[in-house]
């Protein structure tokens, strides 16, 4: 079982070796989802397909011919990818007599074509509308973090982040919508790299907003995170160098992002910063204005994931389906029935206008360092019951990570300390869309600083 908790580099060198076979590593890995105690991580395990995918990947290995450096190596999907010949739930139980899949999504049938072994899907936030990452249908997975009781998982690819900390696979992979990547990588202590919208195919993908979804993996460090990235787009492998620190520009955003933030957060985040100005970079502080016009557009014609995900979901919502949802998802859904065709078009446009001026703010190779969120993982008992302080909490959690979704950036999200209770504080490197080679060679030559070991 003790290979479970390794990282891809270090499960990489093991098999390549020849010193661990796929095999023991895939039923290592399923006996330690079976036995863990959280059986709210995982909504399915592909038990059959994990071994037969171990079983060619063992024998190319036996033979001397390697797919590469994730021959072999687990992943888990979130449970909005399609796997061949299973239904796609989306963290629902409205999906589960839906058609089988005929094909694996494209992201998937690459990891697979680079010798990833399918472990099953992780659970989620119903439909993936919600950064808390609290499921009334499958459970909502325990924060491993945690040593005061259960914390929240983040949002809404909570097994993904979950399924990482607790070291049951070394990479799930996410979607991120409105910070779905960042938010369970900074609650669980883990890497999260959210990719640039487009980067990779959305074929086989359930949808939430297309004009605001993108992908990315959760891994436990950015070189994993790398490699599974170039796996992901088809490439044998990485074109990412590491960037030298010393006059890398970074750029603190005062604008939103520590409004309400709490004490050990920043405390943590600040730590950080100084670690890497020590290291070479500079670092400025600047006001964004465009980010409060953001919440300023939100607030007088309603948030763009709403009124498409609204569009999506409009016939389950008017059908039976509706009564067997998450009510929190389906009032937070309909809120998109109020947006007028004007209004929406009116947001389209000001979003060109607004990501055109952001990007003028900052120059090409910067990066936006912020904290990825204003606080650590709050309890989950006191938002169960109470709506009120569950949309309140949902509101403040994906706050600082929409932004990225509303301007088209890339980012990572690196764990940079602890704040209240122990609990994970992520540190955000974010960059200009299309930037993503850049933003992860810096994120992997600042992880070390970042995490201040």
């Not at 590491?242 to 309400?260: H, I, K, M, W, Y």
């Amino acid at each position: 079982m003790a290979h479970t908790r390794k990282n891809i580099a270090q499960l990489s060198v093991l098999i390549q070796s020849g010193q661990l076979d796929p095999r023991e590593l895939a039923e290592d890995t399923l006996s330690a989802i079976r036995n863990d105690e959280d059986q709210s991580i995982f909504v399915a395990v592909t038990a059959e397909r994990a071994m037969a995918e171990a079983e060619a990947a063992s024998k190319r290995i036996r033979e001397g011919r390697s797919c590469g450096a994730l021959d072999g190596i687990p992943v888990a999907w979130k449970d909005l990818f399609d796997l061949e010949n299973m239904a796609t739930t989306a963290g629902s139980t409205v999906l589960a007599d839906d058609a089988p899949a005929t094909r694996d999504a494209d992201v998937v049938a690459a990891l697979k074509q680079a010798g990833m072994i399918c472990i099953g899907r992780t659970n989620m936030s119903e439909f993936a509308f919600s950064g808390l990452g609290i499921n009334p249908h499958y459970g909502t997975p325990r924060n491993p973090a945690s040593r005061d009781g259960h914390r929240l998982p983040g949002g809404s690819s909570s097994g993904a982040g979950v399924s990482v900390a607790a070291g049951l696979v070394p990479v799930a992979i996410g979607t991120d919508t409105g910070g779905s990547v960042r938010i369970p990588a900074a609650f669980n202590g883990v890497v999260g790299y959210k990719a640039s919208r487009g980067r990779y195919s959305m074929r086989g993908v359930y949808p939430l907003a297309k004009s605001l979804d993108s992908l990315g993996p959760l891994t436990h460090t950015v070189q994993d995170a790398v490699w599974v990235d170039a796996a992901m787009r088809g490439k044998v492998a990485a074109d990412v160098q590491r960037a030298p620190l010393a006059g890398l520009s970074l750029v603190v955003p005062e604008t939103v992002f520590f409004d309400g933030i709490e004490d050990g957060v920043a405390a943590a985040f600040e730590e950080a910063v100084d670690r890497l100005v020590r290291a070479g970079a500079t670092v400025r502080r600047q006001s964004f204005p465009v980010f409060s016009e953001l919440f300023a557009l939100i607030k007088e014609k309603g948030a763009l994931v709403t009124a498409e995900a609204f569009a999506w979901h409009k016939t389950r919502l008017e059908s039976a389906d509706a009564a067997r949802m998450d009510p929190r998802v389906v009032a937070r859904t309909r809120l998109g029935g109020n947006m007028s065709m004007p209004d929406y078009i009116a947001i389209i446009e000001a979003r060109q206008h607004m990501t055109a001026a952001f990007a003028g703010m900052i120059g090409r190779h910067e990066l936006l360092v912020s904290p990825t969120l204003p606080h650590v993982a709050a309890k989950v008992e006191p938002l169960l019951g109470d709506d009120d302080a569950f949309f309140a909490m949902n509101a403040k959690t994906l706050r600082n990570t929409q932004i990225g979704n509303f301007f088209d950036l890339c980012g990572v999200s690196i764990p940079c300390g602890t704040g209240e209770a122990g609990m994970p504080v992520g540190l955000l490197l974010s960059g200009l869309h299309g930037m993503d080679e850049h933003v992860l060679s810096v994120a992997m030559a600042a992880e070390e600083i970042i995490r201040g070991r």
